[in-house]
């Protein structure tokens, strides 16, 4: 019997995982804190990536994202549960099934008519949420420190722990996400963006592929809120906002599409870069981190991971030259 190959993409997400759970330790906690916000956009934008792959472009992901970061602070306030798995499982569910009862109404639109009733629907629930005692008001809520299957950390260990908890989490969704895009079933999102007609004549509904793939889009961005609530310890409205969204789809378009690993990687490098940006240049951060987006955006426009890309093709005809000049210079 043949063996089965090697997953690379899963192998690199585990690699990923260890890598980073080892050596979080030694990194100052602020590289963590960036690495922790870089997974919560990650898994949002994972969402996006798979409706662009069948040709919807959403601008209302923003609103799952909301629902996962309040669910976590609204039921560890009111509901008392303060194990962190626990929170990021519901609020995914919660978001999940948000996005499953949208998905019904957005199922059957394309293009702009998409694009603009997502943005709509997240701009009302911010609007409701900045005016809503339940939620906060425009200050949001803070979320207490948590437990992470029995183990409470508490000072410096605290935000380890935290950092080694939205890791595995990121890694897992991730896991699972790469799976389903390999699935049968997975296979008819791009090919929604290429004949619908096609799809129906092989007997799916295109429907119900937008609607899963929405759902699963929006189970993704709350996973992701719920990250970023836990790792900040607070929400407020500007979850919901248009421009969180607009941060989903600029990873997405900085990274590639290549693999559920390319937002991960262009999540890290936005915050990165946002950073150094404001550091360098408090008076002009804006127009230097406009500019240096562009210059990616022009050069890169397949995105950062098509780089990677180039760099493993050139080392790999490197190494395909070395056995001829070894003979060459034996031969001589």
């Given amino acids: ?65 909301f629902v996962g970061g309040y669910a976590v602070a609204l039921i560890a306030r009111y509901g008392g549960v303060t194990d962190a798995l626990a929170l990021v499982m519901v609020a995914a569910i919660a978001a999940g099934l948000a996005a499953a009862i949208i998905g019904q109404l957005l199922a059957g639109y394309r293009g702009i008519f998409f694009s603009m009733l997502t943005l709509a629907l997240s701009m009302v629930m911010f609007s409701v949420a900045t005016k809503v005692r339940l939620f906060g008001g425009s200050d949001g809520l803070n979320i207490g420190l948590m437990s992470y299957l029995g183990y409470r950390p508490r000072g410096p260990d605290a935000q380890w722990a935290s950092f080694v908890f939205c890791i595995w989490v990121w890694t897992a969704l991730a896991i699972m996400t790469h799976a389903f895009l390999r699935s049968r079933f997975g296979a008819l999102i791009p090919a929604v963006a290429d004949n619908e007609i096609r799809i129906e004549y092989l007997g799916y509904s295109v429907r119900k592929v937008v609607w899963v793939a929405y759902g699963i889009a929006g189970m993704l961005a709350g996973a992701g809120g719920a990250l970023a609530g ?69 050069f890169l426009p397949a995105g950062l991971d098509r780089l990677i890309v180039l760099i493993w093709s050139a080392v790999r005809k490197i190494r395909a030259l070395r056995p001829h000049t070894l003979e060459r210079g034996r031969s001589s």
């Fill in 230 to 298: 836990l790792s900040a310890r607070h929400v407020d409205p500007q979850f919901a906002y248009w421009t969180t969204a607009g941060d989903f789809i600029f990873v997405v378009l900085l990274s590639g599409q290549a693999s559920v690993l390319s937002p991960a990687l262009g999540a890290f490098f936005l915050e990165i870069l946002r950073s150094y940006a404001s550091a360098l240049f408090p008076d002009q951060w804006q127009t230097a981190f406009g500019a240096m987006m562009l210059a990616i955006v022009l």
């Fill in 1 to 65: 019997m043949k063996g089965h190959r090697m997953d690379w993409t899963i192998a690199a997400l585990l690699a990923v995982a260890i890598v980073a759970t080892v050596g979080a330790a030694g990194v100052p906690s602020w590289i963590r804190y960036l690495g922790q916000l870089s997974t919560s956009t990650a898994l949002a934008s994972v969402g996006v990536m798979i409706l662009l792959r069948a040709g919807l472009l959403s601008f209302g992901q923003s609103l799952f994202y």
